[in-house]
């Protein structure tokens, strides 16, 4: 199997790492880079040398899991069903919690390497502060004979603040990666497609009162500062929401001209927003989106069967997370009330694996300029850009008013308030401004733009 250059150098890494006497190592690789591919080739060579006789995969969902299934199967060219004869076994974290210390006890009587996936998802360094998956992990690694582990993750640090089980720390608390394939490299090497990061603005807000008294906000950042307005109550917006989808549409009927099996994820942040989102996309597209929610019956298969399709869009609620392979996909609309970094990253990596045939690498992940979201794609930015070019347009759009009721007094403190978007026209204008990063090392492009009656920012990597 041909590796690539990064895959090759980690592997010789990690043999060096094993072969010297160590029984552990972690691997950072941006999402889309191929991780699963590198875990089982060092595995291969692992059994080769006779480190090991068994793996065991774990990740975070069965998704996951069959798609490490597979590579490994694939490379190795053994079974990995847990059977007589087989090479190894996969299984969720959920999975090892549930499993007997009785079957634990057989497993490590073997020459065992333990590949764990997506490791952020197990938390603490001890039984006292682990979370349930960080705490069988813990019981797992500690015994008397500890097995070999490989850690992979393309965001090693978890939104709670605790450690990552298995991960090592630097005196800045940093995780201490024995190697690490960053987001920059993997664009450079023409690895990863190139992200580009939409964020969608209304270019007025106004929030009305039950007593006709109005408030007008001009950024969503001004709006959620001021009126204390639940996140969810503006993804809901459904002129807002309408736009976006169009834009996001527009974005994808683009790239299917030149291939027509490109796909785009829309990631909802409820069951319920899913059903309106789908309602829009038929009113845009003339076609129905696949929907694949935790109340998807055998899930699973329906993600597998939209991978497999050219179908243009799916919508997910919690579904289509890390680790998903679907590479068609290169257009997502984050609009997801879950407003973390981790949960920013993971998004954003479904869209990043690049295909040979793809015609126009570029990723792009259109969000509501949220100023935490704005936050993240800033840093981002700076992880890549020598050159920034800053480029303001405005395009003009007519007027357009809409106001939805708000149903929920959770939402805000007078469940009655409306709350309502409006656009205002403006002259096309065009500001270039370059800055330069000295520490950075490729181009970047940003441009804030207006998309008829709503402002878009552009962070573009090229």
């Given at each position: 199997m041909k590796l690539r250059h990064w895959q090759s150098q980690c592997l010789d890494a990690a043999m060096k790492h094993y072969q010297s006497g160590h029984r552990q190592f972690d691997c950072l690789a941006t999402p889309g880079a191929g991780k699963s591919v590198f875990a089982a080739v060092t595995v291969k060579a692992m059994l080769y040398v006779g480190l090991v006789d068994f793996v065991l995969c774990i990740a975070p969902s069965v998704t996951v899991i069959n798609g490490l299934k597979s590579t490994?199967?694939?490379?190795?060219?053994?079974?990995?069903?847990?059977?007589?004869g087989s090479i190894g076994l996969t299984l969720t974290y959920q999975g090892l919690?549930?499993?007997?210390?009785?079957?634990?006890?057989?497993?490590l009587q073997q020459r065992l390497i333990v590949v764990l996936d997506e490791i952020h998802h197990c938390g603490g360094h001890d039984r006292h502060n682990a979370t349930y998956w960080g705490a069988s992990l813990i019981a797992l690694m500690q015994h008397n004979t500890p097995p070999y582990t490989l850690s992979l993750s393309g965001t090693p640090w978890r939104t709670d603040e605790n450690y990552v089980t298995s991960l090592l720390y630097d005196h800045n608390l940093r995780p201490n990666m024995q190697f690490s394939?960053?987001?920059n490299d993997a664009v450079k090497e023409g690895v990863s497609r190139t992200p580009s990061v939409h964020l969608i603005d209304s270019s007025k807000w106004k929030v009305i009162e039950p007593d006709h008294t109005t408030r007008s906000h001009d950024s969503l950042k001004q709006l959620l500062k001021d009126e204390n307005l639940a996140y969810q109550h503006v993804l809901e917006e459904s002129l807002f929401l309408s736009n976006i989808l169009h834009y996001a549409?527009?974005?994808?009927?683009?790239?299917?001209?030149?291939c027509s099996d490109v796909g785009g994820l829309i990631v909802a942040s409820s069951i319920k927003h899913a059903t309106q989102i789908q309602r829009l996309l038929i009113t845009i597209t003339q076609q129905e989106p696949w929907v694949v929610t935790s109340d998807t019956d055998k899930s699973h298969a329906v993600i597998q069967r939209f991978r497999d399709s050219s179908a243009p869009w799916l919508i997910?609620?919690?579904?289509?997370?890390?680790?998903?392979?679907?590479?068609?996909?290169?257009?997502?609309?984050?609009?997801?009330?879950?407003?973390?970094?981790?949960?920013?990253?993971?998004?954003l990596g479904r869209i990043l694996r690049k295909r040979p045939k793809d015609n126009h690498p570029q990723a792009t992940l259109i969000v509501p300029a949220h100023p935490e979201l704005?936050?993240?794609?800033?840093?981002?930015?700076?992880?890549?850009?020598?050159?920034?070019?800053v480029v303001w347009r405005k395009k003009k759009g007519g007027s357009l008013i809409t106001s939805v009721n708000s149903s929920n007094d959770t939402l805000k403190p007078n469940p009655e308030t409306n709350l309502t978007s409006q656009a205002t026209e403006s002259s096309d204008v065009a500001?270039?401004?370059?800055?330069?990063?000295?520490?950075?090392?490729?181009?970047?492009?940003?441009?804030?733009?207006?998309?008829g009656k709503f402002e878009k920012e552009v962070l573009r990597f090229t």
């Open positions: 490994f199967e694939k490379v190795l060219e053994q079974p990995m069903d847990g059977f007589l919690s549930s499993m007997s210390p009785g079957m634990i006890g057989r497993l394939y960053g987001l549409n527009e974005k994808l009927v683009t790239l299917r001209q030149d997910s609620v919690g579904m289509v997370s890390e680790g998903t392979d679907i590479p068609r996909l290169q257009v997502c609309c984050h609009l997801s009330r879950i407003c973390t970094e981790l949960h920013f990253r993971q998004v704005s936050e993240f794609a800033a840093i981002l930015k700076a992880e890549i850009p020598e050159h920034v070019s500001e270039p401004l370059t800055m330069r990063n000295t520490e950075a090392t490729s181009k970047a492009l940003v441009a804030l733009t207006s998309y």
